[in-house]
């Protein structure tokens, strides 16, 4: 990172990724195009998972390359008289996959459930996945490194230092 004074500590990082509802999946797509798909996910240590269909661009790119990058934007507030954004994000890098095995899936899908929908029953999430299971893909991103940078006005006088 360029400006290093603007990079976030590690603990800011993981916040915006326990925090954070979606984010931009980033894969090597048809014809070397770059092929980058908004995505949901839920983030558990240094692991990422997203759900999807079982077949499609984003499942061929994955298939073809296993690296991957995932951006969540945490802040992005406009301040028009200064021509700038007060901004907030966190870019992860790392290898993504394709669960295969039914436990791994279900315990990801588990996970992204109780995000999304903390206050639901254990019957009526079980209920959902029965429903989806047949079309149902979920993908694991595991987190090589991680970079967190925010605006300069957002940096706190302590960390600047």
Known sequence: MRRNRQAMKTEEIRRILEEGTSGVLALS???GYPYAVPLSYVCDGSRLFFHGARSGHKIDAIRRCEKASF???AADDVVPEAY???YKSVIVFGRIRILEDEAQIREAINKLALKYYPAGSPAHRSEMIRREWASLCMMEMTVEH?????AKELIRPAESI
Do not use: H, L, S
């Open 146 to 150: 991680m970079t967190g940078k925010q």
């Open 84 to 86: 700038t954004t007060r």
């Open 29 to 31: 797509g048809d014809g």
């Open 71 to 73: 951006c969540v934007v």
